[in-house]
């Protein structure tokens, strides 16, 4: 009994809807590259056949989620300037108290995702206060790439991010100090040296939980900073291999569900998880693997493809 009532309890960190984007022109965005190690090369198949691909892996994705009682704001692209549209995240989220933020994207053509019906239908639906929008900041250089770059602890008000082009410091302190997070800024790496491009690949923070590719933290001394910041927060630490870290094992969104909280994430993550790390998530979430071989080509999985909507739903 006791294990249900933490399983179906609200929690701010957990939303219980989501905006996707359903691509028709899915590619690997060539803009992106020289900063994403996760991209992946085609493997062979036709430009047709990732698109067809894309487009079904969006569709299956949310209809479970449906299923599983999150509700799914599903919004199609048909625009074929926008490879990386699939990955909402990062150019908008919400926040309670019927907040919104708008950012500035690194990369030229992705700052064509960001779409006006998204912001209008949610204000249509829930509670919005304020827009803020940071896109402005591009023109002078500056991105801040929502939560891809940052990973929001929601209850503790801090805001994890791994130092790389795509969270611009001046940014950040504009978010922070808008938004009342804490920054907690730390450097990351691959086990190639390379910076990791966004902090959403590294960690996830749940309700009870928060999985960390801890050694990807390069400063010793800020690594155990971080880990016990996360730890005061009454979470039990998950442990990331850097194995599991390049199979998006990070890359995981927790979301409340109509009976229970649940943890989402690629198949190819959930199978990359020792049974230690699935019996300490299950305590929590019940774990939903979606397959999205697909999307992961461009070098997302789940969590980039799912904003939270953590705004209140109108009557």
Same mark, same amino acid.
């Given at each position: 009994?006791?294990? #249900?009532?933490?399983? $179906?309890?609200? /929690?701010?960190? %957990? ?5 996707? @984007? ?9 803009? $992106? &590259?020289? +900063?994403?190690? !996760?991209?992946? /090369? ?20 949310? /209809? ?7 509700? $799914? ?10 490879? *990386? ?51 402005? #900041?591009?023109? *002078? ?24 082009? &795509? %969270? +611009? ?18 450097? %990351? ?6 910076? =990791? ?7 996830? =923070? ?10 990807? @933290? ?19 630490? @998950?442990?990331? /291999?850097?194995?599991? =870290?390049?199979? !998006? ?23 990359? #998880? ?8 299950? &305590? ?29 739903? &109108?009557?």
């Amino acid at each position: 009994m006791g294990s #249900l009532v933490m399983r $179906t309890r609200r /929690s701010i960190q %957990a939303p219980s809807s989501v905006v996707m @984007i359903r691509p028709h022109h899915f590619r690997s965005n060539p803009q $992106t &590259r020289a +900063d994403n190690a !996760f991209q992946r /090369s085609d493997e062979g198949m036709s430009a047709e056949e990732i698109r067809r691909a894309a487009f079904e892996e969006v569709s299956e994705a949310a /209809s479970v989620l449906e299923k599983l009682g999150v509700r $799914t704001h599903v919004f199609d692209d048909e625009q074929d300037d926008r490879p *990386d549209a699939v990955f909402p995240n990062n150019w908008f989220s919400t926040h309670s108290g019927g907040h919104i933020a708008i950012y500035p994207m690194e990369a030229a053509n992705r700052r064509k995702e960001r779409r006006s019906d998204v912001i209008e239908l949610l204000k249509q639906q829930y509670r919005v206060q304020d827009v803020i929008d940071y896109s402005g #900041l591009e023109a *002078d250089g500056l991105s801040l790439e929502g939560t891809g770059a940052m990973v929001l602890d929601h209850e503790d008000r801090v805001a994890y991010v791994a130092r790389s082009r &795509r %969270a +611009d410091p001046v940014a950040l302190e504009r978010f922070c100090t808008h938004f009342n997070f804490e920054p907690m800024v730390f450097d %990351a790496v691959d086990d190639s040296g390379t910076a =990791i491009y966004h902090t959403n690949v590294l960690m996830c =923070i749940g309700t009870e939980f928060a999985m960390i590719g801890v050694d990807s @933290i390069v400063d010793p001394v800020r690594r155990a900073t971080v880990v016990n910041r996360l730890a005061e927060s009454g979470r039990e630490i @998950i442990s990331l /291999s850097s194995q599991q =870290i390049a199979e !998006f094992a990070g890359n995981a969104i927790e979301l409340q569900g109509s009976a229970s909280r649940l943890l989402a994430l690629s198949a190819r993550a959930c199978a990359s #998880l020792t049974p230690t790390q699935t019996a300490v998530i299950e &305590r929590s979430c019940q774990l939903i693997p979606l397959q999205v071989p697909t999307i992961e080509l461009a070098g997302g999985s789940v969590r980039c493809m799912l904003a939270g909507v953590h705004l209140v739903r &109108r009557p």
